[in-house]
């Protein structure tokens, strides 16, 4: 069974830095992409940020140059890097992984088969 586990979200400040972590287990995952989301109180959830197999790395427009999404595929882990938060990036972070990406599946929710339970991360101003 597929187990996704998020840590390293918590309090910060505005300008702070957080990494988050996502650890998987109960399967082998070649081939998968692995994508970070968020959902803030009240709203949807949204794409943050995606890694393929390959490493091809995709972001939302916005977040680009201040997170980056990177995996250690001996780990089974994968990562993001938020960096400059800002109060706006509160949320519930949420890991997950699609066994089959295809085209631009990526920034999807439901071409994801599997998701962490999330860490939320508030940022202060």
């Known amino acids: 069974q597929v187990q996704l586990v998020e840590s390293g979200g918590g309090l910060v400040q505005a300008g702070g830095s957080l990494k988050l972590s996502c650890a998987a287990s109960?399967?082998?995952?070649?081939?998968?992409?692995m994508g970070w989301f968020r959902q803030a109180p009240g709203k949807e959830r949204e794409f943050v940020a995606a890694?393929?197999?390959?490493?091809?790395?995709y972001y939302t427009g916005s977040l680009k140059g201040r997170f980056t999404i990177s995996r250690d595929i001996a780990k089974n882990t994968v990562y993001l890097q938020m960096n400059s938060l800002k109060p706006e990036d509160t949320a519930n972070y949420y890991c997950?992984?699609?066994?089959?990406?295809?085209?631009?599946?990526?920034?999807?929710?439901?071409?994801?088969?599997?998701w962490g339970q999330g860490t939320q991360v508030t940022v202060s101003s």
């Open positions: 997950a992984a699609d066994p089959n990406p295809s085209g631009d599946s990526y920034y999807n929710a439901p071409s994801y088969d599997y």
């Open positions: 109960g399967h082998t995952f070649n081939g998968y992409a």
């Open positions: 890694i393929r197999w390959g490493g091809v790395q």
